[in-house]
């Protein structure tokens, strides 16, 4: 058998993750970009103040409020969303550059952000929406309190955001309970692996066809 | 960590995979439905000759045309289609306990039966389909070539037909270029593991929301 794996042009994607915080998309993240190469962070303008280990350029793109309005005004987001206050917004250009590469992006925003990326004739053909639900309130609850850098206030604050924030499951294409994170990640891999084979992913398949049949 | 896994209840789905004669799909569908124990063939009724070692009620149900022709008039059949001269059809009934039941169906059926279904109302949302082309119309002649059993003038007319059936490719969902059985396979069971937590299956993902988001 031909082991010469045919390979044609793709466009990339983009794999939006939401959930209420708490419920694992974090980690998933983090697991889905160290175990495939060809899916990279999407990095987020923010006006939330850094953290401690947190790093400008990598985590965030720490901007100031100026300079956030700004990057709206000239287009340069492609979503963004006020959460507690806060400014978090997606600059376009290297989404883009990565999708027209054939390169998938991933996305950790909140349901605000997935609806302007659902909402933008551009922008929706390339969007693959996951919603990832704790398997229980509880669990949730739990590990919202493991965080040990939280105050309790924003521990109350982010379980009544959860409750709000799972109200939009039902926008999204793909839901996983994530009851074990490894599991998780693999429904996560297994969905990527499909949407790249899609027909409307694979770019280059028509001239292969058209090759296909021509030579017949 | 939990490890009792959260399962709620499913709508099954109609696995349509196409292809031109000779391009891997009855292996791809063997390998399917011996693998995955939620997943059965569907049985098509056809006027067509049962040839050597074929099993009435397991590989098809031999009917003659008068037969046929009944079955439509009665609207038992999901799709049919005429190819070389002979009906070939899907019962309905049989399809639609399984996907109540949660049970997914693998259709192997022409472009033709595709069409229908996705034609059809009630079908359509139940409907995921996969295209399978051959690696090279040289691979695809072999391959036709290896069947003892058809003389000449069928592998010509087949042939013929795998042009014309490989200009509908665009009217699926996936398309997989079949050039080694096994990650051809595995690719048709992220597709199935992808489709299966889409929302539109998760029938019973609105009780379980509402259970997590009241217990808040």
Chains 1, 2 share one sequence.
Request: positive net charge; without cysteine.
């Amino acid at each position: 058998m031909n082991k010469n794996f045919i390979h044609f042009s793709r466009r990339g994607l983009m794999l939006v993750l939401s959930s209420p915080s708490g419920a694992g998309k974090t980690t998933i993240s983090r697991a889905m970009t160290s175990r495939d190469l060809n899916l990279t962070m999407s990095i987020s303008a923010t006006t939330r103040p850094m953290r401690p280990g947190e790093i400008d350029g990598k985590d965030y793109y720490f901007v100031d409020k100026k300079k956030f309005q700004l990057m709206i005004s000239r287009g340069e987001l492609l979503e963004y969303a006020n959460v507690f206050g806060n400014l978090y917004g997606t600059p376009k250009k290297p989404v883009e550059d990565a999708l027209s590469k054939g390169q998938d992006v991933l996305f950790d925003i909140d349901w605000q952000g997935t609806q302007q990326l659902a909402d933008n004739e551009n922008a929706k053909k390339d969007l693959v929406s996951v919603f990832i639900l704790p398997p229980s309130t509880i669990e949730l609850e739990n590990r919202l309190r493991a965080r040990a850098q939280d105050p309790d206030i924003i521990v109350r604050q982010r379980m009544a955001k959860a409750t709000d924030e799972m109200s939009h499951y039902r926008e999204y294409k793909y839901v996983i309970v994530n009851d074990d994170i490894e599991v998780s990640v693999r429904s996560v891999e297994k969905i990527l692996a499909a949407e790249r084979i899609s027909i409307e992913r694979q770019t280059g398949l028509h001239e292969f066809v058209q090759n296909l049949r021509k030579s017949n």
